[in-house]
C-alpha cells in the first residue's frame, strides 16, 4: 500500500491509488463475517461461492441481450416470450449460474424482457423490497433500493421520470411493472434514431442500466447512467394503516 | 415502531418489528467511521465502492441462502427502517452493513461484546500485516 | 403438512438444476382464467403474511399472461409447497388504482402479478 506514486525513473506508470487507511466500516464487514462463519451461520467457502457470483454480477449482459435483439428479429421475439432462454446467448444462466442452482428468492429464475414501443414505455420497481434481475443486471443502485422509488414510482410514475430527466407526452402510454413475485423484469427500449448501421458492441454501449430499468431511454453518445442524488421526501408518507 | 410503519403500497412485513434502540458499538462506528465517499476522495481513488463491498454482499446472500439465519425481506425491511432512522445520515453501503450489524446483534446472531473484541482483532491483524 | 421430521433441504433436491418457479410446472391444474379476462384482486385476510400489495385488492384489471405455476406467496413463506396455483400478470389502469390519477394520462398502466386464490371474475 504505498503512500506516493511517483513515476518511477523508467517511466512506468504509477499504481493506481489506494487508500492508506483502515477504516472501522472495513474491520467491521471483516468481524461480522468471521463470527457469522464461526458460528455456522454460513461456512467461509459458502462466502467464497457468493463472493465470486457476486463479482460475475453486471449490466453488461442486459445491454447485449437489448443489442442483439434490435439487430436480430428473430432473437428479439425469442427474448420477449422466453427472457431466460435468450439470456442464455448473452452468457447467463438464471438457474445454474446461481450458486445455488435454483435462483434464490431474491433473483428467481423467470426473466420477463419487456419491450416499449413509440406509444408504450415500461419502467420497472419492486414495491416489496428491492427485487430486481440480478443475474443479468447486476446489483441494484441504490435509489432502486429506497422505500422513496418504490412507493412513489407506482403512484406517480410522471413525476418520479422527470426527476431522472425523462418526460414523455401523454399519447405514451407509462406501463410500471412492479416485480413482487417471482418475475424479474428488464425494459427493452425503443432503437434510437442515429444508430443506423452500428455493431451489436457500439449498440450495447449506449443501454445504460437505467435505461434497462426503465428511467432513461437510450440515445447515440450517452454511455453513462445520469448522476442521481438521493433526497429525503419532500412529502413524506404518514401511515395510518 | 408498531404495526403502522408498514409500507404504504406495501403489505409484506406484516406484525414484523425492527428494533430502533441505539447499539453503543455501532454508535461509536457510525460517529467515527471514515466513510469510502471521504476516503476516496482524500487518496484519489475512482472505484466508487469500497472493496468491501462485494464481501458485504455475498454475506447478506449466504445468511439468507444457507442455513436462513436472516432471510432476506426481514433485512431489507429493516434496514430501510433503519436507514431512515437511526443511520439516515450515514451513505451507502456504510448504512447497509451497520444495519446488517444491527438486525444481527438484536436477534442475538451476535453479541456487541463479542463483536468489539472481534474487531479489535481484527484491527490489529491489519496492522501488523 | 403433516412431516414428523422437517427436511430442510427438499427445496433444493426439488429445484436444484429446474429453477424456481419452473420446478413447479405441471403441478397446478388447469388454469382458471385466461388471456383477455377482467379478474378483481379479492381483499383477503393477511394476518401472517402476503405479496398482495394493498395497492391492488379491490381493483379490477386484464389478464395479460398466464406466467407460471407456484406455490402462493402466502403458503411458501411457511414452507407450504402442497398446492401450486397458476400465477398470472394482470395490466390495471392506474386511474383503477389511484382515483386521481390525472385524466390526461388517462392511458398509464400498471402491470404485476398474482396468484390464483388473489382472483375473481370482475
Known amino acids: ?241 | 415502531m408498531n404495526a403502522s410503519s408498514k409500507n404504504d403500497t406495501g403489505a409484506d412485513s406484516g406484525e414484523h418489528e425492527t428494533n430502533l434502540a441505539t447499539i453503543p458499538l455501532l454508535e461509536t462506528i457510525r460517529r467515527r467511521g471514515r466513510v469510502w465517499r471521504d476516503l476516496a476522495s482524500q487518496y484519489g481513488v475512482t472505484n466508487p465502492d469500497p472493496p468491501w463491498k462485494v464481501n458485504l454482499e455475498a454475506t447478506c446472500d449466504a445468511l439468507s441462502a444457507e442455513a436462513c439465519a436472516l432471510p432476506l425481506l426481514e433485512r431489507r425491511s429493516e434496514e430501510d427502517e433503519l436507514s431512515a432512522s437511526l443511520y439516515a445520515n450515514v451513505p451507502f453501503p456504510e448504512r447497509q452493513l451497520l444495519a446488517l450489524a444491527h438486525s444481527m446483534i438484536k436477534r442475538g446472531l451476535v453479541d456487541e461484546k463479542e463483536l468489539a473484541s472481534r474487531m479489535k482483532q481484527v484491527h490489529d491483524r491489519l496492522i501488523s500485516a | 403438512m403433516s412431516k414428523v421430521q422437517h427436511d430442510r433441504t427438499h427445496h433444493a433436491k426439488k429445484a436444484t438444476g429446474k429453477g424456481d418457479p419452473q420446478c413447479f410446472k405441471g403441478e397446478a391444474g388447469p388454469a382458471k382464467f385466461k388471456v383477455g379476462d377482467r379478474v378483481r384482486i379479492r381483499d383477503l385476510p393477511d394476518i401472517f403474511y402476503t405479496r398482495c400489495q394493498v395497492y391492488t385488492r379491490g381493483a379490477s384489471a386484464t389478464v395479460s399472461a398466464v406466467v407460471y405455476e407456484s406455490p402462493a406467496a402466502e403458503d411458501e413463506a411457511w414452507d407450504n409447497t402442497d398446492k401450486p396455483e397458476w400465477f398470472y400478470s394482470l395490466v390495471f389502469r392506474q386511474k383503477d388504482l389511484w382515483p386521481n390519477y390525472p385524466d390526461l394520462f388517462a392511458n398509464d398502466t400498471l402491470e404485476t402479478e398474482l396468484s390464483e386464490r388473489w382472483l375473481e371474475k370482475a
Open chain 1, 1 to 241: 500500500m504505498a503512500k506516493k506514486h511517483t513515476e518511477d525513473e523508467h517511466g512506468h506508470r504509477p499504481p493506481a491509488p489506494m487508500v492508506d487507511e483502515i477504516s472501522d466500516f472495513e474491520v467491521l464487514e471483516m468481524a461480522v463475517r468471521e463470527l457469522a462463519i464461526e458460528k455456522g451461520l454460513f461456512s467461509a467457502d459458502d462466502h467464497r461461492r457468493w463472493t465470486e457470483y457476486v463479482h460475475t454480477l453486471g449490466p453488461l449482459p442486459a445491454a447485449r441481450l437489448v443489442a442483439k435483439a434490435w439487430v436480430n428479429p428473430a432473437y428479439k421475439k425469442m427474448a420477449v416470450t422466453d427472457g431466460v432462454k435468450a439470456s442464455l446467448e448473452v452468457g447467463v444462466d438464471w438457474i445454474n449460474d446461481m450458486p445455488t442452482h435454483f435462483g434464490t428468492p431474491s433473483d428467481y429464475c423467470n426473466l420477463r424482457v419487456l419491450e416499449d414501443t413509440p406509444k408504450l414505455k415500461h419502467v420497472v420497481v419492486c414495491t416489496l423490497c428491492s427485487c430486481y434481475p440480478r443475474p443479468i443486471l447486476g446489483q441494484s443502485p441504490e435509489w432502486y433500493r429506497t422505500p422513496n422509488y418504490r412507493r412513489r414510482l407506482v403512484r406517480w410514475p410522471r413525476q418520479v421520470l422527470a426527476e431522472f430527466g425523462l418526460q414523455l407526452p401523454p399519447d405514451v402510454e407509462i406501463r410500471v411493472a412492479d416485480s413482487n413475485q417471482k418475475t424479474r423484469y428488464i425494459v427493452l427500449p425503443v432503437r434510437p434514431a442515429g444508430t443506423e448501421g452500428w455493431t451489436e458492441e457500439q449498440l450495447a454501449e449506449i443501454v445504460t442500466r437505467d435505461c434497462l430499468i426503465g428511467v432513461a431511454v437510450p440515445k447515440p453518445g450517452v454511455k453513462a447512467n445520469a448522476k442521481r442524488p438521493v433526497h429525503p421526501a419532500v412529502h413524506p408518507v404518514h401511515h395510518d394503516h
